[in-house]
């Protein structure tokens, strides 16, 4: 039963990455025939992440209420009905008003799954499940891909995607007895329903809100803008840049899995360490004033922020205690998400009016923010 289960959660990840790069790839045919300029689109990006970061700091007394497997199932449900609703759209307002339970589902589902997924696996698993949210992160362009190829428009790839959300759905609801049976066990019975203003004053909770809110931030900010810092501040081919840009993905995606196997023997605070300086020495690589090792320092970089996420999501119980975990699973998503969606634009700001050779500099900041706030960390936990 309880690999059954986690094939099921497999499924889970997968499905949280398939929404991820849906809009991004279709934007620049859906901006046309909606009639909208380009930036319309993090119009949308913003009340998505609005609702991830709501729903993540609510999941908690959620989860605590309704229990894991039901939160999980309604999540993904809703994120299926607003692509669903996404398919149907034809203004743009429409899309605005689908993007609120798009958000709601996603933060909602991201936290239950990861905190389950610390509590109740190892941390090779947590590597490898993450891996699959990179398949998810890969499918979905392909999908919409061939539906645009075919003439069958957006809408149709947009389509395809919730139905196979649907399909996960259903299989969640009927794996719900799965769920109960370690909850009469009294896995879940252990988790508090801790306030937000307590959980932040947890010791070492800053610190590991912070390096997550600056990981999240470099990561973000480095895959979206490196084509152009490449382009338009080392004078290499859009082409180039471009593959390059994929190969950073790529890395982060194929490190998770080769993590899988060295994560278990290594331990959480190592395979963070280890990744934290990878990325650090990335980031100088790009510094470096010779075309190829920026491109380079992209696939280290990438390959750095491999074991990063996971392992702190995972290393979470063993920090605070299994009953805070969940608590602090939730505000630590919602601090990524804040990263992740107010970095990157405030770069391109910083990239439009001062100069796009700011890009390794602006990195450089989050990766240093990220090894004083885990070594810091590390250090606090350490005291009696």
């Known amino acids: 039963m309880a690999s059954l289960l986690l094939a099921i959660i497999y499924m889970a990840f997968i499905s949280l990455g398939l929404p991820d790069s849906l809009l991004g790839s279709a934007w620049p045919v859906m901006r ?100 699959f949210w990179g398949v998810g992160v890969t499918i979905s362009p392909y999908i919409m891909g061939r539906c645009l190829t075919r003439g069958l428009g957006w809408h149709a790839g947009y389509r395809t995607v919730s139905i196979l959300q649907a399909a ?23 988790f508090k329903d801790v306030p937000l203003r307590k959980a932040v004053r947890i010791p070492g909770a800053p610190q590991v809100l912070l390096a997550f809110f600056g990981f999240c931030a470099l990561e973000n900010t480095a895959g979206l803008w490196a084509s152009s810092y ?37 331990g959480d605070r190592r395979m963070i360490r280890v990744g934290v300086i990878v990325m650090l020495l990335g980031t100088l690589m790009v510094l470096l004033p010779v075309g190829p090792a920026a491109l380079a320092g992209l696939v280290v970089l990438g390959l750095g922020a491999a074991p990063v996420y ?39 700001l910083l990239a439009q009016y001062v100069d796009v050779a700011l890009y390794p500099f602006y990195l450089l900041v989050f990766a240093l923010l990220m090894l004083v706030m885990t070594e810091w960390l590390n250090r606090r936990l350490a005291k009696p």
Request: glycine share 12%; charged share 10%; with cysteine.
């Open 32 to 131: 046309e025939g909606l009639g909208v300029p380009v930036s319309y689109a993090g119009v949308i990006s913003m009340i998505i992440s609005g609702g991830t970061i709501l729903s993540s700091l609510l999941s908690s007394k959620a989860i605590h209420k309704f229990g894991v497997g039901l939160v999980t199932s309604v999540s993904v449900g809703l994120t299926a009905c607003a692509l669903f609703g996404f398919s149907l759209s034809t203004a743009f307002w429409m899309l605005c008003l689908w993007a609120v339970p798009y958000g709601l589902g996603a933060g909602a589902v991201d936290a239950a799954l990861n905190n389950y997924v610390a509590v109740h696996y190892s941390s090779r698993h947590m590597s490898w499940l993450h891996g």
């Open 168 to 190: 996960l759905t259903a299989v969640l609801f009927f794996s719900l007895p799965l769920w109960k049976k370690d909850a009469e066990q009294g896995e879940e019975g252990s």
């Open 230 to 266: 490449l382009v338009g501040a080392r004078g290499i081919s859009p082409e180039t840049a471009a593959r390059f840009t994929a190969l950073f993905y790529m890395g982060e995606t194929v490190g998770r899995f080769l993590n899988g196997f060295v994560s278990d023997k290594l």
């Open 310 to 348: 996971p392992c702190i999501i995972h290393s979470t119980p063993e920090n605070f205690g299994k009953e805070n975990s969940q608590a602090l699973v939730g505000i630590q998503m919602a601090s990524a998400y804040c990263g992740s969606t107010f970095m990157p634009p405030l770069f391109g």
